[in-house]
């Protein structure tokens, strides 16, 4: 079983060998290294590509990168500083510029193994002009190492991927502004949030001149959607011509793309065929997800790849076996109304995750190949 070549078989239209199996493995692998709790024999890259074999799945957690380096001209300084306490480990970013500064700040969990932001840099229309500086002074080059290097480490279990910026709405949306502050923002100053969405746009042409040289041929859109965040509207008209936009470009080069749509998927999904995107990753169905596995691929239409199926809560001691079970068998049984699918994780294993659970699945698919 060949894992990236049955994925790359999908997303081009064609029927693969074996059925593809994906999983995200990096949030329970980040979390067991901070445990220290993980076996010296998983570490560094080719332990990564170890646990994968011991696993029997493709992975794609840990692997999508921007493959370039980010600088600051203009007399722009990013300081970093962490802060911990009995009561808090807090990230604190600030953004200096001769306009004027901008400050985010990050809370870790001790229960999730993860960072939320509690602090976002633009609050002011104030805040909006000394962002629209920053960017206008970001410069970019190649940097294809890493990339090389997990392409010749990973081999078949390693979907190493291109990681361009969120799409400017979505990093508005997740990074920048929040949920609340940017939609309020929307009513009360729309014109800086467009000017703004624009200078983005602008910027990310730099990035994705490089990601079109890069030696992998698949890029993520890491933009997190969810049809209870972005609404129908929201999506046709900040997200769907910049998707337009870009999947032209990839598809000019023999690139595919996927988009990782985490969350809701009943508002989007329908939307998403007319982007050109070659995949949604991370499909989520019920009852953890908002659309049954009967549902996907009648609000998807028949062209455009699935990716997912198995919630990561599945994979976790928090469903039964048996759960995970009933789902495997319905979704092998629902394969050919499924169309072009890839097996996934959906998202990530987590830290409560049983890796035991993936293998099984393996296991599985093994004996179904068999047959």
Known sequence: MNHLRNLISVLRGEKPVSIPWFVDLIYWYETEKIKGSLPDKYRGLEGYRRLCENLGCGTYGGLISFPGDVKYAGNVVIR????????????RTV??????SLTSLERFSKV?????????????????????????NVEVKPNYSLQEEQIKTMGEWGAVSSLPPRIPFARLLIEVCGISNLYGMLLRMREYVEETIQLMENLDDQFYEIILDSPT????????????????????????????????????????????????????????DETGADCVESVTPAPVGDV????LRKLAGERIA?????????LSVAYPDDSLKILFYSIIEMLPELGRF?????DQLPP?????????????LKKIERK
């Open 80 to 91: 970093h500083f962490e802060e911990e306490s009995t009561e808090a480990k807090l990230k």
């Open 95 to 100: 953004y200096e510029t001769p306009i004027g």
């Open 112 to 136: 999730s193994y993860s960072w939320r932001t509690v602090k976002y840099p633009i609050e002011t229309e104030k805040d909006f002009k000394v962002y629209q500086y920053i960017i206008r």
């Open 217 to 272: 041929p698949l890029v993520c859109f890491g933009d997190n959607i969810s049809s209870e965040l972005v609404s129908p509207p929201i999506f046709k008209k900040y997200y769907m011509p910049y998707y337009k936009k870009r999947f032209s470009q990839l598809h000019s080069k023999g690139m595919y793309g996927y988009i990782h749509i985490d969350g809701a998927l009943r508002g989007v999904l329908p939307l998403v």
């Open 292 to 295: 049954t596995l009967e549902m």
């Open 306 to 314: 699935l990716w997912g199926g198995v919630p990561g809560a599945y």
């Open 342 to 346: 890839i097996l996934g994780s959906a």
């Open 352 to 364: 409560n995750g049983d890796p035991q659970r993936v293998k099984w699945i393996s296991e599985e």
